[in-house]
């Protein structure tokens, strides 16, 4: 509630609650969080709510088709694969599996990325002209061909195709946050700041770092994106995760074996991914926009 | 928008394209699509089913052959032969005027006669030929059957006339010389490549007297074969055959579906309804002479100890597997032999599943609840075993139930076959196919002793009792004498079980309409010497 | 300019030379003997080990041996595939020129179809046109490759029989190798049918090229967008209007070349993207290309192999993406000055 206000003073939204609103009024944008958070949701709460395991096997119901076609049973929504597990809490558990590993993985590389960058955004000379040359020819190297080629080092599995996908995304957050860093130390508020005799850890921790949050965030939802996509592309692959493990990728590249006799159980994960992604692309489409035009302003 | 726009950009690229399945390529030809690379262009230098498919019967021919609708033997290279009254001494008269293939790196001086027969068995009887070591001197199949100690001599009485002496009699020794492995190779060629130094070349540039000769090859991709116009038995086939290697079922379906392919491998399972459903494709159905089964490996602690092997035989139910990999296209095991082997013992009990059971014998055997083993799951379909990675985990879930833990091991499948060979596995789910229809060609190779080194025994399981029976038994050609020999074996297998017989599958061949003379041969490899593809 | 070439090639150089250096480490790393890792002989005797040792001078230190290494590697020497046994050096070749043939026709298409769409959305920023544009554009960017191209394949040739889902050409053709690039091939070779085999061949090509474009032509419209939306608030388009010019007028002689030009480079990356997407795209549509070929290394763990592969591969991506760069710049000096405002 705001409070009554005596004087005409005209009300200053927060620079984070300005781009809110400004992400507020774009409609789009807005179904994607929605979309995402009923993703986020699933994920956590999933699990506990399908009444199938992952693995668990029903053998008198193979290939089950989808409850919506005649053939179709309540029991299982959206039909079963050839070893009789449900596709619904597949699909559900795969949600928690390729969302929650690419959550992490973002989390990680964003953390080292912009580490770094700070690191390089502040270093001059030498080591600041090797660091920015060799992220130029990183950066122009896809992450899914670094992701395969670290992959084809460290052999297949989940967690190495994590660490791939990790390593493929901290280049661009170290590009990010090195130019912003750059940007910003020339900014005026920043040399007044370091006339008081601020120092450059400081600087950085308190003036610049809370300038640069909603650009990482920006930032981050485009990696999550691209790692949703890679994780699952290794899955499918099968050099990421490892059938029987319900990842949408993995689920995938198994269904293909009765891709002809049930084509849903390749549609179906494929769509869960392409709706994850799409999600994310859209907020993260929504906040960039809100973010110009609030710097713009 | 701009997917619409896609959309009509594709729908006119495509609007100059042919209705669905019609093949109206002006090139003639079959393409086959097989599920693996062969491993050599020889079969005798191989096991494996692929490499006999590719080349056994587009290649080569035998002195002897199966009538694939009788399964009684009839006269190919050899036009007619006979057999001493001891059983000792087998002699061929040889078929005149056979061609061998001329290709760009070989043209024959002289047609087939005596001495390509003598050439093609002692490479692989004859530790002292020249050509004996060459690629690795390994002829798993002769070794799984011991063939070596079988054969006395083999002679040469004249120009085309081949005597071979036996150091004891075989009755299954007609029937092994008829099996895809015992091709005939060309004894002109090899002394060339020998004079020019480069005799490994005889297994990848093949020359063979079949209706195909070689013409490129590319492992994982392709090989292709040119008609052999000077075939002896005359050629009416088509023009090019062509193996589009796929390993891949269900993509080999698809191409079948679109009419990349014209006739398919091992169509699996569950794929059945959907050939039998369209009308453009064909399916064809056959008994099949083969077993898939779960070996144990008897060299590795603790499977060393018949009661384990015999808890985890009764700890899965395999109605349940048949059900779900087979999809009711083969008949439950209950010994190696399938049904339509003449030895097939109507009368043996099958142990059913009992957990209860299985638990007590576990734990007899000392095995704590949470041991961990491992299944090997072989990564390529086979109609004895469509899929082995989902039987694995069937079987993982079963073996949950009874307190052991599974691990599945797959690799790709020409390593899988060498680790298999170095015994690391505890388990493997793998399978047969028989080469002729002798009992023999299940009971031997698949389990004596000396199938251990030639690699055939996955079980590694050697009994000296068992190999004393199966002896025996082809020392007499009196077929109720060898079967109560037979069952004897089976006795012995069900008590120690060293390996849990699965299903004998059907055999499938799936075709696109317009292909004629394809015959589904229950006792080896493809043929395509009598196909042919009409034009539509 | 001088400098910056030169800057732009050192980096090459050394960029490859860093390449090299990791695929020669990567023989040490990967399991099994460093030598079979580096020859793909396997089981060696003990007399072909001591040959091979020579050739490449494992015992006389690390730098020699890398300096040897080296040699052997600019002569095409990369040793033989432990699967196949065949020269890994060949096989590229033969195999790199089918994944940039993909990739080029995907990226042509990407252009034709994303430039006029994304420079109507700029134009129209913020109508309804611009949103259409906008949002099927950020769709067309969520595909997972693998399964749109699943998709394709499952309607056009499985439901609909249209069109063939496997290879480049029908195998009933046997097309002579000599530049790689399919098309071409036909056209140089002296084949009876070469029409039907050139209609084979595009027909081939369709589903593939189109699963892949349209992940790229999303990517482009949204750059070509931004980077019209941006010109078009500049101050000199403004300029250009109160001088009096027509829409056209300043469209093709002010908006356009500023606005496509900055971006050249970005677009060009797109080409790597392309190659990168082109090996899952291999895979499905079993298109023998280079991806195909790297990805069965992996499954097959052929160390050789997968060390020429990933060399090769990494090695025209980063050789690509620096020309473009050099060659923008050599084009279209202004863009230095803009790089040293930025930094």
Known sequence: ?297 | MRRRVLVVLALSILSGCQKPGQNSLPMEGLVYCSEGSPITFNPQLDISGTTADATSHQLYNRLIDFDPETGKLVPSLASSWSVSRDGLTYAFQLRKHVNFHQTAYFTPTRSFNAKDVLFSINRWFDPNHPYHQVSGGRYPYFESLGLQQIIKEVSLINGFRVEIKLNYPDSSFLATLATDFAVILSEEYASQLMTENRPELIDSLPIGTGPFKFHRYRKDAYIRYSRHDGYWEGNQSVEQLIYDITSRSSLRLAKLITGECDVIAYPAQTELQVIEERSDLYLEERPGLNVGFWAFNTARAPFDDARVRRALALAVDRKTLLDAIYFDTAVAAKSLLPPSSWAYDDTLEQSSYNPVQAKKLLQEAGIEPGFTMTIWAMPVERAYNPNATKMAELIKHYLADVGIQVQIVSHEWSTFRRLLLKGQHDSVLIGWSADNGDPDNFYRPLLSCSAIASGSNRANWCSAEYDKLINLAVRTADESIRMSYYQQANQILMDQVPLLPIAHAYRFQAYRKGVSGLQINPFGGISFANVSKDRD | MLIAIARRLNLLIITLFILCLASYVLAFLFPGDALTNLSGIPALSADQSHQLQLMYALNEGWFSGFWTYLKLTLNGDWGVSLNSQTPIFEDILKLLPASLELSLYAMVISLVVGLPLGVLAGLKHRSYTDMSILSVSLTGFSFPVFWLSLLLILIFSLQLGYLPMSGRISLLFDIPHSTGFILVDILRSEMPVKDAALFDALRHLVLPTLSLSIVTTALVIRLIRRSVVTVYASDFIKAAYTKGLSHSQVFWRHGMKNALLPIMPQLAMQFTVLLTNAMIVEVIFSWPGIGEWLIQAIYQRDFPAIRGGMLAVSAVVVTFTISVELLVRILYPLNKRQFYAQT
């Open chain 1, 1 to 297: 509630m705001p409070r009554p206000s005596f004087y005409q003073e005209e009300y200053y939204p927060s620079p984070m609650r300005h781009t809110w609103t400004d992400f507020q009024r774009n409609h789009i944008a807005l179904a994607g969080l929605w979309c995402l958070l009923f993703f986020i949701v699933a994920a956590f709460l999933g699990p506990f709510l399908v009444p199938y395991g992952p693995l668990q096997q029903n053998t008198d119901m193979l290939l089950l088709a989808p409850a919506w076609n005649v053939n179709g049973d309540i029991s299982h929504l959206f039909g079963t694969d050839s070893l009789g597990r449900d596709i619904l809490s597949r699909i559900i558990h795969g949600c928690r599996i390729t969302l929650g590993t690419s959550v992490i993985l973002v989390l990680i590389a964003m953390l080292v990325g912009c580490s770094i960058g700070a690191y390089a955004g502040i270093s001059r000379g030498l080591r600041a002209s090797v660091i920015n040359h060799l992220l130029d020819a990183i950066m122009a190297i896809p992450t899914l061909l670094i992701a395969i080629i670290i992959v084809a080092i460290l052999g297949t599995g989940l967690l190495n195709s994590m660490w791939a996908i990790t390593l493929a995304l901290i280049p661009q957050f170290i590009h990010q946050t090195r130019d912003l860093v750059r940007r910003e130390f020339q900014k005026e508020y920043i040399v007044a700041a370091r006339l008081d005799g601020a120092s450059n850890h400081r600087l950085l921790v308190k003036d610049i770092l809370p300038n640069m949050v909603e650009v990482l965030v920006v930032q981050a939802t485009m990696a999550l994106s691209v790692a949703i996509l890679d994780i699952s592309a290794l899955g499918f692959l099968n050099l990421g995760a490892q059938s029987p493990s319900p990842e949408l990728g993995t689920m995938l590249s198994e269904a293909l074996d009765t891709a002809y006799a049930a084509p849903w159980s390749v549609a179906l994960p494929g769509a869960a991914i392409f709706l994850m992604v799409l999600s994310i692309n859209l907020v993260g489409d929504g906040l960039r926009t809100a973010l110009k035009n609030r710097l713009l302003q």
